[in-house]
């Protein structure tokens, strides 16, 4: 029998289908629904590791196991699409348990030769007193390890967070190559210095990529940990803001309640019940206007829009809104949305406030739609930007306004694209401005 083929049968199959069992294991999936599914993923993955073994582990170990991981990522892929966090545990689980198996061999291979270098030895004979036990433990060490699977979920619950998020896959992505970099690195030593037959080096090489391995991990958690709480504290000073904004709304609509009951309390020592009704009727339409909550699935949106209604309303604007979604499926955290919509009303708000217009159009139009597969968010006030200034209303460190920094346009865009959507500003023909927020569904 060729030797390429021997060590497909002897090595690579029994590499792949045991550590994956072993991963599959841990990550309690249901093997016999799926038997057949994981049985091709893991001969399929056997014969990606068989031929990039014979190809490019000579050239950098970095590099195969780099082509390695990815050949992994597209057969299990394949088998379970749709679904990227479930492939991220698996394949996550599968490395770990595949590189435990290696670590086996490592400490094996200087007690079966004390002096021979692993590829000199027959195939058959490393296999069945080398590479099949530690194969055969890493299976077995997956039932003990179950006991830290609620760890393993949770860090995966970290990247997750609340929402599917590009952000958290890029992050993921950025870990795996981390530890593709490191690993690639510890086995391109070992096969540069070849030193198998010297198990005090190779124990001190050993404990030296556990540390750098552990150190990545704990670097990346505590990333992540950062970013939950930088997150937490924006969602805090949101809520804040737009809870104040409301406490003052009633403060003020509280001193208007008194003005009101001053004026028809003259009204009626005047006995004057044609004006008392007339004012009452203007009176009960005022209220109702701001007293009725606009509600979407989102919290922070409705709390948001709520706030500014009664911000207008306090400098004699009308915030107009056009609502026809509940905005059910907002993408990513809804407070990005909520920076950038607070922004662009912000925006129209001060503009409005500004400009000597007459009381009809003291106004801000707020719609709020959806378009097929995504949301669209349009913002409309009086008064048009002149055409010399469009063309820098999302470049940095450009403002019309005194005393401001220029960055909310440009941030707000930026966050746009980072929620895979679009901001811009609608030219047309009438005197209004209008910016547009188009956003996927989830």
């Known amino acids: 029998m060729p030797a390429e083929l021997l060590f497909l049968l002897t090595v690579s199959w029994p590499e792949t289908l045991l550590n994956l069992l072993a991963a599959v294991i841990f990550l309690g999936e249901d093997i016999p629904a799926n038997w057949r599914k994981w049985l091709s993923a893991g001969l399929l993955i056997g014969i990606c590791f068989w031929a990039l073994f014979r190809t490019v582990v000579d050239v950098s170990a970095t590099i195969y196991i780099l082509l390695a991981l990815a050949s992994a990522a597209i057969v299990l892929n394949g088998f379970f699409p749709g679904d990227f966090w479930r492939l991220a545990r698996i394949l996550t689980a599968f490395t770990a348990f595949l590189n435990f198996s290696h670590l086996l061999t490592y400490g094996l291979l200087p007690i079966f030769s004390d002096a021979t270098p692993r590829l000199a030895i027959e195939i058959p004979e490393i296999a069945v007193r080398v590479w099949w036990p530690a194969f055969v433990i890493s299976l077995l060490a997956s039932y003990p390890a ?3 699977r609620p760890a393993f979920l949770g860090f995966f619950s970290l990247l997750e967070g609340r929402h599917e998020s590009p952000g958290a896959r890029r992050m993921f992505l950025a870990f795996v190559l981390q530890i593709a970099l490191i690993l690639g690195l510890f086995n391109d030593l070992l096969n540069y210095t070849q030193i198998y037959a010297h198990p005090g080096q190779t124990a001190a090489l050993i404990a030296t990529f556990l540390i750098l391995l552990g150190s990545s991990i704990y670097t990346l958690v505590a990333a992540i940990t950062s970013t939950e709480k930088s997150t937490y504290d924006l969602a805090q000073k949101t809520i804040s803001d737009n809870f104040m904004s409301l406490i003052n709304s009633v403060r003020a609509q509280r001193h208007d309640f008194v003005n009101h009951i001053q004026v028809l309390s003259e009204l009626a020592h005047q006995q004057d019940i044609h004006q008392i ?18 509600i979407t699935e989102d919290p922070f949106i409705s709390s948001l829009i709520n706030a500014k209604i009664n911000q207008a309303a306090l400098q004699g ?7 026809s979604t509940a905005l059910p499926r907002v993408p990513l955290k809804a407070l990005d949305v909520v920076r950038i919509l607070g922004n662009l009303i912000d925006n129209a708000l001060e503009k409005v406030a500004l400009q000597a217009f007459n009381g009809a159009d003291r106004w801000v139009k707020l719609t709020i739609a959806e378009n097929g597969p995504f949301y669209t968010l349009t913002v409309t006030n009086p008064g048009k930007i002149p055409a010399e200034i469009q ?3 999302f470049t940095p460190d450009f403002s019309t306004k005194p005393g401001h920094s220029g960055i909310g346009l440009y941030n707000s865009r930026h966050l746009a694209e980072l929620l895979h959507g679009k901001l811009d500003y609608l030219p047309g023909s009438d005197n209004l401005t209008r910016f547009r927020l188009v956003l996927p569904k989830l």
């Open 146 to 148: 179950r006991r830290f």
């Open 391 to 393: 063309a820098r209303l």
């Open 317 to 323: 604007i009308e915030l107009k809104t056009e609502i």
């Open 277 to 294: 009704r007339e004012y009452l009727s203007q009176l009960i339409s005022i209220t109702h206007q701001q007293s009725e909550l606009l």
